[in-house]
């Protein structure tokens, strides 16, 4: 039996309501409780998954039985009339705040937390166990067997008929997206660096070169709906569903139902948050039951044609299309954002960093901004404001290579960021070479170091890549053989790693499990010839679930 229908039959069997059918319509109701905004999805089969990533696989085909879903994610409002009707004991604790960026759980929930300022936002700061008591409850209250949708509902829901990335297209520049979703934009990259002198941009993806006038998250609904009548989809917060977390497609249902393990510690999720730059709706994601965050809601499904809605429902409608006339109305006097600015060069010394640019035609430009990132890759920190002029000088900041940017500001709003970058400097050896010295990386990213020294070190998601590599330009005294070693964390035994002495490779080095990757390790490596001068020193990576903090050359 399809899980769906078993669900209902179980809602059938312990609510005391009678329920009886018109059609596919449920007609017997307790008249008390808010119920959904559903739209009617036609029954139909799809190719669900994607080859960009291998959780998305393999691609099969699936038969979707006609059911109804949310046209909306559940608002607070939605949700406190459970809370109230229930007492049920909602997290109190969650990880809402910014400070740089989200902070580890705290106090705060679905009611009071740092960023939810209206009724008709959708309700976060929840866990899953807590959406789905919701579900379970209003089922009751209504008679008819509302439940969280499953995963093969969902992408089929969110495509609504589509093969392209997004149901409105593929939107490879990233200007259309904000007519559809909340997400990462020019609107909240300007709030979220007021707010905590923190990005987007370097964050999760690419950061949208459009206005979607929402900084966090948004009133359901502001957004153009999905060819199903469906708002919000591709992102504002993430949606959590029935689903037990699953690798990949291997053992999944062919039904479009819900896939539930004995054991299920994760459940899926879809969708985007504005905190997030979006991704295609092929994408899969998954999130502990017992997590509590400020950006992760949900939205309902239902067997069959959307019901008619309840006396309740209809008052509830009433009130959120107030609300998103009067946030419509806020919009629409929002000043435009500036163009980005042109032509940004840089000069740098031993000393110092000198960035120009060419001046705004725009006469609404009152000033200048410029950022820089402590390494590359790394999400850029305010570095000068108020600025007047089209120049800028920094004191130089070391051997890494940083980057750059500049931006326009008109009534506080800033535009895209127009970006330049440092050349890494030459290392003096023999001597320690720090990872994020690279003068060139690829397939790993840069974050804080958790070994004793401190500073940065190479990763990603599980480590670093196995197609990444890491240039480093060093000052030689004199020629000769030289001894590399390596610090290294790894929770397995790795292929490690190619060395190239000034392009030409001279062996590979293997990476043994250090006992994690908070477990940094010194580990011998093979000797190089380099000559007097400058000299390039490159590692290529062969495997993947390894970090490294740094390394150094010394004469053998």
Not at 162 to 180: E, M
Not at 414 to 426: M, P
């Amino acid at each position: 039996m399809k899980l769906n229908k078993l669900v209902s039959a179980l809602f059938i069997t312990v609510t005391s309501q009678a329920i009886f059918f018109a059609g596919d319509v449920y007609s017997s109701e307790k008249k008390s409780a808010i119920e959904p905004i559903m739209a009617t999805i036609p029954a139909g089969s799809f190719e669900m998954g994607s080859m960009v990533s291998e959780n998305s696989q393999p691609l099969h085909k699936v038969n979707i039985s006609e059911f109804s879903m949310g046209k909306y994610e559940v608002t607070v409002n939605e949700f406190r009339q459970f809370v109230e009707a229930t007492n049920y004991p909602v997290p109190q604790e969650c990880r809402n705040e910014l400070n740089g960026w989200f902070r580890a759980y705290t106090k705060g929930n679905w009611e009071t937390n740092a960023l939810n300022t209206s009724e008709f936002q959708p309700v976060v700061c929840i866990n899953w166990q807590a959406a789905n008591a919701y579900t379970q409850w209003l089922a009751k209250e209504t008679g008819k067997p509302y439940r969280l949708p499953s995963e093969a509902e969902w992408e089929y829901a969110a495509r609504a008929g589509t093969k392209t990335d997004y149901f409105f297209g593929d939107d490879t520049d990233l200007t259309k997206v904000c007519d559809y979703a909340n997400t990462a934009d020019l609107t909240g990259e300007t709030i979220l660096q007021r707010d905590s002198n923190t990005s987007y941009k370097n964050w999760s993806g690419e950061l949208s070169n459009c206005n979607d006038h929402s900084a966090y998250a948004s009133i359901v609904g502001m957004y153009k709906a999905n060819q199903f009548g469906l708002h919000d989809v591709v992102s504002n917060v993430l949606e959590m569903l029935a689903d037990c977390r699953s690798e990949d497609y291997s053992d999944t249902p062919i039904d479009g139902s819900a896939h539930v393990d004995e054991k299920c510690e994760r459940r899926s999720t879809r969708g985007g948050s504005w905190h997030w730059s979006h991704s295609p709706l092929a994408q899969r994601g998954s999130i502990p039951e017992d997590f509590s965050g400020g950006v992760d809601g949900f939205r309902l499904a239902l067997d069959g044609k959307a019901p008619q809605l309840s006396k309740a429902s209809k008052a509830f409608v009433a009130r959120l299309t107030f609300a998103q006339q009067q946030e419509q109305k806020r919009r629409d006097i929002q000043p435009e954002f500036p163009v980005p600015v042109n032509n940004v060069k840089l000069q740098q010394d031993d000393s110092s960093v000198t960035i120009t640019w060419d001046k705004s035609e725009e006469e609404k430009v009152e000033s200048y901004r410029v950022y820089r990132n402590d390494v590359t890759g790394g999400m850029f920190k305010l570095l000068a404001t108020n600025l007047t002029e089209t120049s800028f000088t920094d004191k130089k900041m070391g051997l890494m290579k940083n980057e750059y940017a500049v931006v326009a500001v008109s009534f506080h709003q800033q535009s895209y960021y127009s970006e330049v970058s440092t050349k890494a400097g030459w290392t003096a050896i023999p001597g320690r070479i720090e990872a994020e010295w690279a003068t060139e990386s690829n397939d790993s990213s840069l974050a804080r170091t958790s070994d004793v020294d401190g500073g940065y070190n190479f990763t990603g998601m599980g480590g670093i890549g196995a197609d990444a590599s890491f240039e480093y330009q060093i000052e030689v005294p004199e020629t000769g053989v030289y001894k590399l070693e390596y610090r290294v964390a790894a929770p397995r035994d790795t292929k490690g790693f190619e060395v190239l002495a000034n392009d030409t490779k001279v062996g590979a080095e293997l990476v043994k499990t250090t006992g994690g990757y908070h477990e940094w390790q010194t580990q011998q490596g093979i000797e190089v010839q380099l000559k007097k001068g400058k000299n390039t020193v490159t590692l290529k990576s062969l495997d993947n679930n390894w970090k490294l903090n740094w390394l150094s050359i010394t004469k053998s």
